[in-house]
């Protein structure tokens, strides 16, 4: 069986995000005005960008895990001049995080570890590597040296 590291994320995050958008996972009415941080000038264009943060939060939290959501905003910040020289480090939104996190604790893929973060769950777990697996296969059949990964 495939796992996480085995496959490229992008793939991965975009099948999982067409996943979660079946399972309904619950997304904030404030979603389409928002900016992901302080670092951002606009908000996403991609309209699905919430189910795409929430498939990114949940590999993230499989490969990292247990990983708190400051760890996360540091993650998902990023760089913005100010004036003149290098551009400072800024933290991805909070509540983004936050929100998207209690909607996978909701849906059972991810579970709280008391003072340590946030981990995933054995049914999360099994989803990804379902996922991977299918993902694998598929890359098998276009390029068969992959064969070797399986």
């Given at each position: 069986?495939?796992?996480?590291?085995?496959?490229?994320?992008?793939?991965?995050?975009?099948?999982?995000?067409?996943?979660?958008?079946?399972?309904e996972i619950p997304a904030?009415?404030?979603?389409?005005?928002?900016?992901?941080?302080?670092?951002?000038?606009?908000?996403?264009?991609?309209?699905?960008?919430?189910?795409?943060?929430?498939?990114?939060?949940?590999?993230?939290?499989?490969?990292?895990?247990?990983?708190?959501?400051?760890?996360?905003?540091?993650?998902?910040?990023?760089?913005?001049?100010?004036?003149?020289?290098?551009?400072?480090?800024?933290?991805?939104?909070?509540?983004?995080?936050?929100?998207?996190?209690?909607?996978?604790?909701k849906l059972g893929y991810v579970t709280?570890?008391?003072?340590?973060?946030?981990?995933?769950?054995?049914?999360?777990?099994?989803?990804?590597?379902?996922?991977?697996?299918?993902?694998?296969?598929?890359?098998?059949?276009?390029?068969?040296?992959?064969?070797?990964?399986?």
């Open positions: 069986m495939a796992k996480v590291y085995d496959v490229p994320a992008d793939v991965l995050i975009e099948r999982l995000s067409s996943a979660l958008k079946g399972e904030p009415v404030w979603i389409p005005f928002v900016k992901t941080g302080a670092h951002a000038d606009k908000p996403p264009q991609n309209r699905d960008w919430w189910h795409t943060r929430c498939a990114s939060i949940m590999r993230k939290i499989y490969l990292h895990g247990p990983i708190g959501i400051n760890a996360l905003r540091n993650n998902y910040g990023g760089g913005k001049p100010s004036g003149y020289g290098a551009a400072h480090h800024k933290y991805a939104g909070g509540a983004i995080i936050r929100n998207a996190i209690q909607g996978l604790e709280k570890v008391e003072k340590r973060g946030r981990i995933i769950s054995k049914h999360g777990m099994q989803k990804l590597d379902r996922l991977s697996t299918e993902i694998l296969k598929e890359m098998i059949i276009k390029e068969p040296r992959l064969q070797m990964y399986s």
